[in-house]
């Protein structure tokens, strides 16, 4: 292995070095960064993204093109691109098939199983954002301080983030949400202090590795404070793996939101996708008479979770590579 | 190696000089001590070669003279000032006079930051208020050899030698008075090695700079160096004028060393018995002595002072060989 | 007598997905039984590909043209029961980094053995005791306590040497060393250049030592081949190489390196500009754009290889020859 990268070294190697005095570009023709980059990235990562902002375009702009309560029922004629408002019941019948201006179907309680998918993302994908947020900030911050400067304040919150680690996730969630209410928030809190360890125990070792190198102590050299050589030579460098590592972790975050509401302990206000796939998939007689009603609510949150896994890890071959492209 | 003793210091008036220095780390195996009691001055406009293989503390020697990791004793006198005394405020104010490359380009350059900002690091950091404009970078860009027209590209996107070059611009921006070169050209394509040498060359009567340049290879340093240290195992060897060190290496470490090097039809016998021993447990006495050709009772038991071999040549051992090794 | 070894117009392209790059084109090159051969060249000279090629460790995406003939045989189309007994008992390799080759979580012994247990179908004890010889004949210090001891648990030449040792277990005919010491300290790589040399001598092996310090293969070679640009630019023998340099680059070379004989603060003389990108297919000397010699027609026209007048063993690829070459060209112009 170690020998088919030195040999790819070699042969890969497009050096460019300049004479003392000859001023002459280097032999790689100018190729602008960002469009290299774009395209190495591929056509699935720039798929995942076109699914990623779909969904995230349709939960900004729901409310746009959904009726008032109780407004489809009195108007059987409406558009077919108008939304029932998702708490409707008996827009349709019970788990109707899906049909135009019904596109998914409606559930056992007759409501639209398209506007509720489209109600449900707003709360699944602000969870797994808040919460990713959460962890990004927190853990990220915890990580770089403690890599960068090691001592003891290392020792601590590597102690802290073994903790996080080791703590019974599930038992975790429960309990807070159990104790300071089912809502939105705290549900993004419990899974945002959940990813605190992952993302910060990545950042710790991306600082560890990106320290040693001769950059860091150049920066030194030339009087740079600690505070500089950490936000303008370490964290641009951190920042990427962590973002890659975001991206699979809002991924999770949001399946987890799932778990805990098919566990009958997400959000007692408002939809999400967990509440939705609970509502239609946990009684066997409702999934063999209309399945519709739980698939696709589940489909969109595969798609969903894909997209995000498959940006994120995209993302991450792509820079790690860069790296090593030298 | 193994020598100890502030003997070959010539005179308190020089540029640098480093007294007794110790530096230590702290490793799973125990304390070890990578430079134990190390003396070497150097006056303002020399080149002092330091030479020594893997694990000898030349780079360390290097760095802790800058306080990157500060020594755990001695003292490191620049222009006047004890740098191992000072305040760190102080301290990162001097930072701008003493400068440093290293042997990976890659290594010493941020992947995600483009060319000007990297070389414009410093004039950031210490403002534009001295000599130190935009057009006076792109100036030294020129200099080093870096069209000026690639700034807003990233160190992958270049060459070793390119990136040695840019490392080198970024070291020049702050005006040094001193440079120092860790392995400079040891991690270049051969063809490329000489264009860097004859840079820093150029770069030194232009700066009018004061060089410690540091390596494993004994023919760039002569070529380079108006004086030489040869380390062992933390410790100098021996010590003097590049000329008179090379044409009559007294200590058998440095014949050794020059035994070794490839295809340079140096002729001697001397080549070294056994490994290089743990500096988590170095030898008694001469360091050096469980190596030796030469060695005796006294090298197990005794540190060497420094002798004079000549009218600046300095050797740390009991038997300084006179034999000259004979250069085809 | 044929070659042990010979190379015929081999060339390598890899298909990369930036598109091919032009690793190696037309190399020749054959080595004796028992010769010891240097190929010199810096990274991008295509040097340890040429020799990749030979030992079948190139990957899937590179296209090889030319032959490779050993002792007679096509290397490239070796009957399968023939190529298991050529990779590792006819030919064998070392590399740069000795822990490429040796597996961390074993001990010495374990290594070195299992092969002879596997293919040899020697019992342990024996293999054991051949292990031992192989340690010994590598002249590794306390061979009996190496034997119980992981790599990280020895120095770089150590490692290098138990390396050496797992290569000879088979009586190889040829041992390919890729720039064997270069990862090492001068000492260290003095004593492993003197045990390689010893052992080709001892055991009537032939050697070929990939480096890319000409200082390392002087006086340890009967010939030496300088590549650059994935091209042969010169072969000859040793003395030759250094006595009647025919190749602008080998002359480049040797000027650009600082040596012990040189005067302190000699100006060197660099070889300017770049190696050249392998990926543009070149349309003529790869050196052309750094030598001080060069002509239009460097740039246009690829030169042959031709033999220096008057020797047998002297070829090079130029159009502008120095040394004998180039004062016979002149005369005749």
Redesign the interface.
């Known amino acids: 292995m170690?020998?088919?990268m030195?040999?790819g070294?070699?042969?890969?190697?497009?050096?460019?070095?300049?004479?003392?005095?000859?001023?002459?570009?280097?032999?790689?023709s100018p190729i602008p960064?960002a469009k290299s980059v774009a395209r190495r990235l591929g056509l699935g990562f720039w798929l995942s993204v076109g699914w990623l902002a779909l969904v995230v375009l349709l939960a900004l702009l729901a409310p746009l093109f959904t009726l008032e309560r109780g407004e489809a029922r009195a108007n059987p004629d409406r558009s077919v691109f108008t939304l029932a408002h998702p708490e409707d019941t008996a827009v349709a019948g019970r788990l109707d098939s899906p049909e135009p201006g019904l596109w998914f179907g409606s559930d056992n309680t007759g409501r639209d199983v398209l506007s509720l998918t489209i109600w449900g993302s707003r709360i699944s994908l602000l969870v797994g954002f808040v919460a990713i947020v959460i962890g990004f900030v927190v853990g990220g911050t915890l990580g770089i301080i403690a890599g960068y400067f090691r001592g003891w304040f290392d020792t601590v919150v590597s102690f802290l983030f073994t903790i996080l680690l080791s703590f019974p996730a599930l038992i975790l969630a429960i309990l807070i949400t159990t104790l300071l209410g089912r809502t939105f928030l705290w549900i993004s809190v419990s899974l945002g202090i959940l990813a605190i360890a992952p993302v910060g125990r990545l950042a710790r070792a991306q600082t560890l590795v990106f320290a040693e190198?001769?950059?860091v102590?150049?920066?030194?050299?030339?009087?740079?404070?600690d505070s500089?050589i950490v936000l303008?030579?370490l964290l641009?460098?951190v920042v990427?793996p962590m973002s890659a590592l975001a991206l699979l972790g809002m991924g999770i975050a949001i399946v987890a939101e799932g778990t805990l509401a098919f566990l009958g302990i997400s959000t007692a206000d408002g939809l999400s996708w967990g509440k939705q796939i609970f509502e239609s998939g946990s009684r066997r007689e409702h999934l063999e008479a209309g399945p519709h009603a739980a698939l696709f609510p589940i489909g969109v949150t595969f798609l969903t979770v894909l997209a995000l896994n498959f940006a994120g890890d995209r993302l991450r071959e792509v820079f790690d590579a860069?790296?090593l492209?030298? | 190696m193994v020598g100890v003793g502030t003997a070959p210091l010539r005179g308190d008036d020089l540029l640098i000089r480093v007294e007794n220095m110790v530096v230590e780390f702290n490793t799973s195996g125990g304390t070890v001590q990578a430079v134990s009691d190390v003396s070497f001055d150097v006056a303002e406009g020399e080149t002092l070669g330091i030479v020594g293989e893997s694990g000898c503390g030349k780079s360390t020697t290097a760095k802790a003279m800058i306080q990157l990791p500060p020594p755990k004793s001695g003292s490191v006198m620049y222009a006047d000032r004890d740098l191992t005394e000072i305040s760190k405020e102080e301290l990162r104010r001097s930072r701008a006079d003493l400068q440093m490359i290293f042997q990976d380009p890659i290594s010493s350059l941020n992947p995600r930051r483009t060319v000007w900002d990297i070389i414009r690091e410093g004039v950031d950091i210490w403002g534009t208020a001295g000599v130190w404009s935009d057009a006076r970078l792109v100036e030294l860009m020129e200099q080093v050899g870096i069209d000026p027209q690639y700034r807003d590209r990233k160190a992958y996107q270049f060459s070793g030698g390119q990136c040695q070059r840019i490392s080198i611009a970024r070291a020049l921006a702050l005006d040094p008075k001193v440079l120092i070169s860790d392995e400079p050209v040891s991690a270049l394509d051969v063809s490329v090695q000489a264009q860097i040498l004859n840079l820093l060359d150029d770069l030194k009567t232009q700066h009018a700079l004061t060089m410690l340049f540091i390596s494993h290879d004994l023919a760039v340093v002569r070529n380079v160096s108006d004086r030489v240290m040869v380390m062992y195992l933390g410790r100098v060897a021996e010590v003097g004028d590049a000329d008179a060190l090379f044409a009559n290496p007294a200590h058998p470490y440095t014949q050794a060393l020059l035994a070794a090097v490839p295809g340079s039809g140096v002729n001697a016998s001397a080549r070294l018995e056994g490994e290089l021993p743990s500096p988590l447990d170095p030898p008694e006495g001469c360091r050096f002595h469980t190596r030796c050709p030469h060695v005796t009772e006294v090298c197990k038991t005794t540190v060497p002072e420094f002798t004079q071999h000549g009218p600046d040549h300095w050797v740390a051992c009991h038997h300084p060989q006179s034999t000259p090794v004979e250069i085809r | 007598m044929a070659p042990l070894l010979e190379l015929d117009d081999v060339s390598v392209t890899f298909n990369t997905p930036k598109g091919p790059v032009y690793a190696v084109n037309n190399v020749n090159l054959s080595v004796e039984r028992g010769q010891a051969l240097g190929i010199v060249g810096e990274s991008g000279s295509g040097k340890s590909v040429t020799m990749k090629t030979v030992m079948g460790l190139l990957p899937r995406t590179a296209t090889i043209g030319g032959s490779v003939t050993y002792d007679g045989l096509d290397v490239f189309d070796l009957p399968s029961d023939r190529r298991k007994h050529f990779y590792g008992v006819d030919v064998a390799m070392i590399f740069q980094n000795p822990m490429t080759s040796l597996n961390p979580v074993k001990r010495i012994s374990a290594q070195l053995t299992e092969g002879m247990k596997y293919h040899d179908g020697l019992s342990s004890s024996a293999a054991d005791d051949k292990a031992l010889e192989l340690l010994e004949l590598v002249r590794i210090p306390d061979p009996k306590k190496r034997m119980k001891q992981y790599p990280h648990e020895l120095s770089g030449g150590m490692r290098q040497r138990v390396v050496i040792a797992m290569a000879l277990a088979n009586d190889p005919s040829l041992l390919i060393a890729d720039e064997p010491t270069t990862a090492l300290d001068v000492t260290v790589q003095r004593d492993i250049l003197d045990l390689l040399d010893q052992l080709k001598a001892e055991r009537d092996m032939a050697m070929i030592l990939i480096t890319h310090d000409l200082g390392v293969v002087k006086d340890r070679t009967d010939e030496i081949a300088v590549m650059y640009g994935g091209r042969l630019m010169e072969a000859a023998t040793t003395g030759e190489v250094f006595a009647d340099t025919a190749h602008p680059y080998t002359e480049a070379l040797q000027r650009s390196i600082p040596d012990m004989t040189m005067e302190r603060g000699t100006r060197l003389t660099p070889i300017e500009g770049s190696p050249p990108d392998l990926s543009i297919k070149p349309t003529g000397c790869p050196f052309a754009p750094r030598c001080g010699y060069a002509t239009p027609e460097c740039s246009t026209a690829i030169p042959d290889r031709m033999p220096v007048p008057g020797s047998t063993t002297h070829v090079f690829a130029c159009h502008h020859p120095r040394g004998s070459a180039g004062a016979v060209q002149e005369v005749n112009a």
Do not use: C, Y
């Open positions: 170690a020998e088919q030195q040999a070294a070699n042969i890969g190697a497009v050096t460019t070095d300049l004479g003392s005095n000859a001023l002459s570009p280097p032999d790689e960064e190198r001769d950059f102590m150049a920066a030194r050299i030339l009087g740079a404070k500089r303008r030579e641009p460098n990427i860069k790296e492209a030298f």
